[in-house]
């Protein structure tokens, strides 16, 4: 599945930018230098979220599949987002699938819309994720990816996303921009600045398990306590009742976005003795709005949360982004405006300012803003550190502290050291247990690895020592290196937001299981027009038929960019970044004397995060 290094045609393989919503999903690329929304399945730019298992043992994604959830509850799976990276199963007919997979069908259905667009072949992804997303969140969708047929080289947060799409308008302005990111079953909040053409996310919080989805079940329950109460039974405990309740819950909570009070007339909801049950009632957007308060109280907790982290008061917030579809409802543009006492920006659309940002930010990735000099920092959403032995009166310590390197809101990429001592006479080795998390102690922060370091020299306690570095990059891959400060022996491990191969069998045998079950689809030719993804076009006024230009020239062309900025930057340089500067301008050298596109690539990739490093 891993496309071949080094060759000219998956040098040139198109990237998109992809929406992976727990409601809706979206997709979206770069055209003549500005992101562009692809139309999916049945001609829109949103498809729900929702997988069908039909008669025929066929995987169906979007529409199809959200309008079989009331009839066909127990073949249909909707809101698989709120599960990934869990290890579990989801019974749909006569099989089961996991959330990787039920994900990559929805995908797989996006590559389809993708493939008739762009024309077939390799396809790389930009797939966005929430800021608070775990590691093996993260990993579940890139494999999810993956499993889907995309390349999956970079993983983004979906606030920063959002940012970029607004942000790549705004040219050199200054500002602070606040993201409020309320989806379909996600809550994220981050701020970002825009300084002289850097992008940094100065903050993030939020809550993964808040979203539209919860707003949605408050309203079941109000619904089936309604039925409870004038006809004695629970239509929570029929599965066709229940999926009832939820369609109609969602038809109300969009009713009243725009209306005052919903009528509610269901005449079948469950059965009874034989006998329909069903539900007449009326709904005030006064009731709904006391319903969600305390879920939306918890978002204004963590707009305050992340002001604090970033140093900033509600005035210093100069623009309001809302992302998502929740963000529709209007107690939360009140909630907005009286939080800042300024208005909400109107101007994006918040069902796809992700998607678009997604594009631009693959668009950054291909080179097609090469010319714009547009750089993005993001910043670390949970802290990293290791298990320690915490001190406690007496001397004696207690094994299973947490201590953090990299604490959560540290702008990435960065580096961080920290030196440990040994804990026990002649400790021949120390094992390092990697954790993420805010707790004091491991065993309620989320485990993400562990290696061991041996041969240290058999020394009283407390006279070894180690020194543990983090490093993490802006691709969310963290490695952990451990080095005997005596004797100089290392050892490290990788921690990526990536496709586990642990186990190379078991995704092979979800692949064939997606491939299998995926519903086919008669082949239609792909457009006749032949988009340039790679090398932005100058104006929107040159023709569509015309030539792509050579984009091994303009990789050098940009490496040699980069090499003369360097160069001048050794004047102001010298001990260890002197160092970093001429390695990197050797890298760009020798891959610009290589001229190989896939080379260059990472030479300027490389160069662009040391310039990040060192804010040129």
Same mark, same amino acid.
């Given at each position: 599945?891993?496309?071949?290094?080094?060759?000219?045609?998956?040098?040139?393989?198109?990237?998109?930018?992809?929406?992976?919503?727990?409601?809706?999903?979206?997709?979206?690329?770069?055209?003549?230098?500005?992101?562009?929304?692809?139309?999916?399945?049945?001609?829109?730019?949103?498809?729900?979220?929702?997988?069908?298992?039909?008669?025929? #043992?066929?995987?169906?994604?979007?529409?199809?599949?959200?309008?079989?959830?009331?009839?066909?509850? &127990?073949?249909?799976?909707?809101?698989?987002?709120?599960?990934? #990276?869990?290890?579990?199963?989801?019974?749909?007919?006569?099989?089961?699938?996991?959330?990787?997979?039920?994900?990559?069908?929805?995908?797989?259905?996006?590559?389809?819309?993708?493939?008739?667009?762009?024309?077939?072949?390799?396809? /790389?992804?930009?797939?966005?994720?929430?800021?608070?997303?775990?590691?093996?969140?993260?990993?579940?969708?890139?494999?999810?990816?993956?499993?889907?047929?995309?390349?999956?080289?970079?993983?983004?947060?979906?606030?920063?996303?959002?940012?970029?799409?607004?942000?790549?308008?705004?040219?050199?302005?200054?500002?602070?921009?606040?993201?409020?990111?309320?989806? #379909?079953?996600?809550?994220?909040?981050?701020?970002?600045?825009?300084?002289?053409?850097?992008?940094?996310?100065?903050?993030?919080?939020?809550?993964?398990?808040?979203?539209?989805?919860?707003?949605?079940?408050?309203?079941?329950?109000?619904?089936?306590?309604?039925?409870?109460? &004038?006809?004695?039974?629970?239509?929570?405990?029929?599965?066709?009742?229940?999926?009832?309740?939820?369609? /109609?819950?969602?038809?109300?909570?969009?009713?009243?976005?725009?209306?005052?009070?919903?009528?509610?007339?269901?005449?079948?909801?469950?059965?009874?003795?034989?006998?329909?049950?069903?539900?007449?009632?009326?709904?005030?957007?006064? &009731?709904?709005?006391?319903?969600?308060?305390?879920?939306?109280?918890?978002?204004?907790?963590?707009?305050?949360?992340?002001?604090?982290?970033?140093?900033?008061?509600?005035?210093?917030?100069? &623009?309001?982004?809302?992302?998502?579809?929740?963000?529709?409802?209007?107690?939360?543009?009140?909630?907005?405006?009286?939080?800042?006492?300024?208005?909400?920006?109107?101007?994006?659309?918040?069902?796809?300012?992700?998607?678009?940002?997604?594009?631009?930010?693959?668009?950054?990735?291909?080179?097609?803003?090469?010319?714009?000099?547009?750089?993005?920092?993001?910043?670390?959403?949970?802290?990293?550190?290791?298990?320690?032995?915490?001190?406690?009166?007496?001397?004696?310590?207690?094994?299973?502290?947490?201590?953090?390197?990299?604490?959560?809101?540290?702008?990435?990429?960065?580096?961080?050291?920290?030196?440990?001592?040994?804990?026990?006479?002649?400790?021949?080795?120390?094992?390092?247990?990697?954790?993420?998390?805010?707790?004091?102690?491991?065993?309620?922060?989320?485990?993400?690895?562990?290696?061991?370091?041996?041969?240290?020299?058999?020394?009283?306690?407390?006279?070894?020592?180690?020194?543990?570095?983090?490093?993490?990059?802006?691709?969310?891959?963290?490695?952990?290196?451990?080095?005997?400060?005596?004797?100089?022996?290392?050892?490290?491990?990788?921690?990526?937001?990536?496709?586990?191969?642990?186990?190379?069998?078991?995704?092979?045998?979800?692949?064939?299981?997606?491939?299998?079950?995926?519903?086919?689809?008669?082949?239609?030719?792909?457009?006749?027009?032949?988009?340039?993804?790679?090398?932005?076009?100058?104006?929107?006024?040159?023709?569509?038929?015309?030539?792509?230009?050579?984009?091994?020239?303009?990789?050098?062309?940009?490496?040699?960019?980069?090499?003369?900025?360097?160069?001048?930057?050794?004047?102001?340089?010298?001990?260890?970044?002197?160092?970093?500067?001429?390695?990197?301008?050797?890298?760009?050298?020798?891959?610009?004397?290589?001229?190989?596109?896939?080379?260059?690539?990472?030479?300027?990739?490389?160069?662009?995060?040391?310039?990040?490093?060192?804010?040129?």
């Amino acid at each position: 599945m891993t496309p071949t290094k080094n060759s000219a045609e998956n040098s040139f393989r198109p990237i998109v930018g992809i929406d992976l919503g727990t409601t809706n999903s979206a997709a979206a690329y770069i055209h003549k230098q500005k992101p562009k929304m692809l139309t999916l399945k049945n001609g829109e730019r949103l498809m729900p979220s929702v997988v069908l298992l039909n008669q025929n #043992g066929q995987i169906i994604a979007g529409e199809e599949a959200r309008n079989a959830l009331v009839a066909m509850p &127990e073949r249909t799976k909707a809101a698989v987002k709120r599960s990934m #990276g869990e290890k579990i199963t989801f019974s749909m007919g006569d099989q089961a699938y996991t959330p990787e997979e039920l994900s990559a069908f929805i995908l797989k259905e996006i590559k389809r819309s993708v493939d008739k667009e762009l024309g077939e072949g390799d396809k /790389e992804a930009v797939i966005t994720v929430p800021a608070y997303f775990t590691n093996a969140q993260r990993q579940a969708v890139k494999k999810a990816g993956e499993l889907a047929g995309f390349v999956v080289e970079r993983i983004i947060n979906e606030p920063t996303a959002a940012a970029l799409a607004y942000g790549l308008q705004q040219g050199d302005e200054d500002k602070h921009i606040l993201v409020y990111d309320l989806g #379909g079953g996600t809550f994220d909040v981050s701020i970002v600045e825009l300084m002289g053409g850097i992008m940094e996310v100065k903050a993030s919080a939020g809550n993964n398990q808040l979203g539209g989805e919860d707003f949605d079940w408050l309203l079941v329950d109000w619904l089936a306590d309604k039925v409870v109460a &004038e006809h004695g039974t629970d239509p929570r405990e029929d599965i066709r009742g229940k999926a009832r309740l939820k369609e /109609e819950a969602e038809k109300i909570k969009k009713d009243l976005s725009f209306q005052s009070s919903v009528d509610v007339s269901v005449p079948v909801i469950t059965v009874k003795n034989n006998a329909p049950v069903g539900l007449d009632c009326t709904i005030q957007r006064e &009731e709904f709005v006391s319903l969600i308060t305390p879920l939306l109280d918890e978002t204004k907790e963590k707009l305050s949360h992340v002001l604090e982290d970033a140093g900033l008061a509600p005035g210093d917030v100069d &623009e309001i982004l809302l992302v998502g579809g929740s963000t529709k409802i209007p107690q939360v543009q009140q909630l907005i405006t009286s939080f800042f006492n300024k208005q909400p920006k109107t101007d994006i659309n918040p069902d796809e300012a992700v998607a678009l940002g997604a594009a631009v930010q693959a668009g950054i990735k291909s080179g097609a803003f090469s010319d714009n000099g547009l750089i993005v920092t993001d910043v670390a959403p949970f802290s990293m550190g290791i298990a320690v032995l915490s001190a406690q009166p007496g001397n004696v310590g207690k094994p299973g502290a947490f201590h953090a390197i990299i604490p959560r809101n540290t702008t990435i990429p960065v580096t961080r050291t920290e030196r440990y001592t040994t804990t026990s006479h002649n400790q021949p080795g120390v094992e390092i247990e990697i954790y993420q998390g805010e707790n004091k102690w491991v065993k309620d922060n989320y485990f993400l690895n562990e290696f061991l370091l041996e041969g240290l020299p058999l020394k009283p306690a407390g006279e070894e020592a180690v020194d543990v570095t983090f490093r993490y990059n802006l691709n969310g891959i963290l490695e952990v290196s451990a080095k005997s400060v005596s004797t100089g022996a290392e050892m490290s491990v990788t921690i990526e937001d990536a496709l586990d191969r642990s186990s190379e069998e078991a995704f092979y045998d979800s692949l064939a299981k997606v491939e299998a079950a995926f519903q086919p689809e008669e082949h239609e030719d792909a457009s006749d027009e032949e988009l340039n993804l790679f090398t932005p076009l100058e104006n929107d006024n040159q023709e569509e038929g015309r030539e792509r230009p050579d984009s091994l020239q303009d990789l050098i062309k940009e490496a040699d960019e980069w090499k003369r900025r360097f160069t001048k930057e050794l004047e102001n340089r010298d001990g260890e970044t002197e160092k970093q500067i001429n390695a990197v301008i050797n890298r760009l050298a020798a891959a610009a004397e290589e001229k190989n596109t896939e080379v260059l690539n990472e030479a300027i990739e490389s160069a662009i995060d040391l310039a990040v490093d060192l804010e040129l």
